[in-house]
């Protein structure tokens, strides 16, 4: 089992800066991939930004392309999210998400959430 825990959401201003955290513990293994998802009142969950194991590869959403950007720290098991720019859409309840290899499939761990408010 993989536990993932969220810090660092909280109340801003439009042109702030905000950084999450994501600590993860458990089972982990060493090919998975980290992501932020985000879901906004009213609206489906949506993939914010996703890195490969190692840093390889990350992919951001369009609308968060130049402002975020996701790192990992492996030695501490953690993700981040530094988040830039911020406007007012960008407003909801982010989710940290790790996919990890089980058996012939990746599964999907979910932390709880870490609400981010962003005021114009």
């Known amino acids: 089992q993989v536990q993932l825990v969220e810090s660092g959401g909280g109340l801003v201003q439009a042109g702030g800066s905000l950084r999450l955290s994501c600590a993860a513990s458990g089972s982990l293994f060493s090919i998975n991939v980290m992501g932020w998802y985000r879901q906004a009142p009213g609206k489906q969950r949506e993939l914010v930004a996703s890195?490969?194991?190692?840093?390889?590869?990350?992919n951001y959403a369009m609308s968060v392309k130049g402002r975020f950007t996701i790192s990992v720290d492996n030695a501490k098991n953690r993700a981040y999210l530094q988040m830039n720019s911020l406007k007012s859409e960008d407003t909801g309840v982010y989710y940290c998400?790790?996919?990890?290899?089980?058996?012939?499939?990746?599964?999907?761990?979910w932390g709880q959430g870490t609400q981010v408010t962003v005021s114009s």
């Open positions: 998400n790790r996919q990890q290899l089980l058996g012939t499939s990746m599964k999907d761990y």
């Open positions: 890195i490969t194991s190692g840093g390889g590869i990350t």
